[in-house]
């Protein structure tokens, strides 16, 4: 016989999970924006003697790990919520509240 399904509504992703996709954005970005600053770097004052690639190579790399580690960590301390926050967004997401009118107050006054 299968599981009962839980009642707990939809699960989002867990911190680790959220660590790695800070990670991996954050990798990305620092890639492409090492990429361009290797670039620019290499064109301005030359590769030296470790050669085009492997400058170009370090600058991405330092670029990379640098901004997905910052990224990562971003990422855990905004998943971390205040109950403040917890309570504000439970609030907001259930039905709202009705109250019947007061239907005397809508009545016309006898003349």
Known sequence: MPPMPSNRGPQG???IDKLKMGAMMGGTVGVIIGFIFGTVNIFRYGA??????????QYMLGSG???GFF?????????????????????AQRRPFIMAANT????????
């Open 104 to 111: 005397s107050a809508f009545r016309p006054r006898n003349q």
């Open 65 to 67: 790990a640098t901004f």
């Open 71 to 91: 990224m990562s960590i971003g990422s855990v301390i905004r998943t971390d919520a205040s109950p403040i926050a917890v309570e504000a967004f439970a609030r």
């Open 13 to 15: 992703p867990s911190t």
């Open 48 to 57: 030296g003697t470790n050669g085009i690639m492997r400058t170009l190579g």
